[in-house]
């Protein structure tokens, strides 16, 4: 298996612009997270979905973001529109319900966001 | 609502010296507790997790822990350091009512020659 595919791994983009963030989890599992890493926050949850549908999302910061989980094989972190403190890397992390309640969460590479 | 405390933001060891890395937590039901190691530029990796049964849990490159319900504690150990193991270790936690994982702020490990 591939493992979570994330893209793309860098972004660079100017303050006020749509920044898309895409997630492949791994073939099977059903639940899918997403998370920001930053410096002064360290790692936190934005949101996750079970069976594409959001189940948490109390994490999201603020009405610019926006996830969504179209199918099992494809998810998206939306910031419309985006400000410099959304600067970060966004980690995506899929897991499998299946045999027990406790499955490991695996994690992507992350997509590093430069918001100028 | 349940928190993670690392102890130490940095630690810095001598290769084959002991690694002791601190996590507390509080949670008001017995959770589930996870070691996660992040190499650079590089998403988060398991290294062990405790969810039933025996306290003490091995893990993958060496690692174990041991969970201690009296102290809150889930301290990640490994008997003698490898320059391999440098890396940003993260201790998190779930309540057995939800899927996701809060972290704690993680602690950084070197190893020098």
């Known amino acids: 298996d591939a493992g979570v595919i994330q893209s793309p791994r860098h972004e660079v983009t100017e303050m006020g612009q749509e920044v898309t963030l895409r997630c492949k989890p791994i073939?099977?599992?059903?639940?899918l997270f997403w998370y920001r890493q930053t410096m002064m926050r360290g790692l936190e949850l934005l949101i996750y979905?079970?069976?594409?549908?959001?189940?948490?999302d109390s994490g999201m910061p603020e009405d610019r973001f926006s996830a969504k989980m179209p199918n099992a094989s494809f998810s998206t972190l939306k910031i419309q529109p985006s400000e410099p403190r959304d600067s970060a890397v966004y980690f995506c992390?899929?897991?499998?319900?299946?045999?027990?309640?406790?499955?490991?969460?695996?994690f992507g590479p992350g997509t590093r966001l430069t918001v100028l | 609502a349940q928190s993670v405390t690392q102890l130490g933001s940095h630690v810095s060891v001598s290769e084959g010296a002991l690694v002791l890395l601190r996590c507390n937590y509080s949670s008001s039901v017995p959770p589930y507790l996870f070691w996660y190691v992040q190499y650079p530029n590089q998403g988060l990796q398991l290294l062990l997790k405790?969810?039933?049964?025996?306290?003490l849990v091995k893990g993958i490159n060496g690692f174990e822990a041991e969970f201690k319900k009296s102290e809150t504690s889930f301290h990640l150990t490994k008997p003698s350091a490898h320059m391999s193991d440098a890396a940003e270790y993260f201790c998190a936690v779930r309540d057995t009512g939800r899927r996701a994982l809060t972290f704690g702020s993680g602690t950084r490990l070197q190893v020098q020659p």
């Open positions: 073939s099977g599992h059903d639940y």
């Open positions: 992390a899929s897991a499998s319900s299946a045999g027990g309640s406790y499955n490991e969460q695996f």
């Open positions: 405790y969810t039933t049964g025996a306290t």
């Open positions: 979905f079970n069976n594409n549908v959001p189940i948490d």
